[in-house]
Structures are given as structure tokens and as C-alpha cells.
């Protein structure tokens, strides 16, 4: 049983996710997921986070939302 909170800093892409679902799997009492840009971009994130935690039946784990990219300045992901 964990017996400390985790606060989950994520870019919610396929790895975020699968942490994510592992964290709950396991039964980890997670405080609270911020999201934030990287392998996608923060809003895409957060509703991939929330949608994610609905599918896990962890709906009421708070998610924040964070910077949308590097200084406050908008950030997207290139289309390579």
C-alpha cells in the first residue's frame, strides 16, 4: 500500500499515459497531474490526461493545466 501522495508531472502522449495507468493500477493516491507541452502540446495533454483518468475510473484526480510552451510562448509540436 502507498503511504505518500504523488503529484505526476506529464505531456500526456502513449509513455504518459502508460505511467499514468500503472500509477492507478497500483493503487498509488495521486494528488493531483499537471500537464504541460512537450511530445504534444498542453492543452491536447490535459484533455488526453482527463480522458484517460475517466477510462481508469479515476475521474476526480485534479488535473492542472500548465504553460503552453517555453517563456509563456505558444509551442507546437512539428509535423516531421
Do not use: W
Not at 504523488?6 to 497500483?26: E, P, Q, R, S
Not at 493516491?29 to 491536447?44: L, Q, R
Request: aromatic share 6%; net charge negative.
Amino acid at each position: 500500500m502507498f503511504t505518500k501522495k504523488l503529484l505526476l508531472d506529464m505531456d500526456t502522449g502513449v509513455d504518459d499515459a502508460l505511467a499514468i495507468a500503472y500509477a492507478v493500477g497500483c493503487g498509488a493516491e495521486i494528488a493531483g497531474i499537471t500537464c504541460g507541452f512537450g511530445n504534444v502540446e498542453t492543452a491536447e495533454a490535459v484533455r488526453n490526461t482527463l480522458d484517460l483518468l475517466t477510462l481508469l475510473g479515476r475521474p476526480e484526480v485534479p488535473v492542472f493545466a500548465g504553460d503552453a510552451g517555453p517563456d509563456g510562448q505558444p509551442f507546437r509540436v512539428s509535423e516531421a
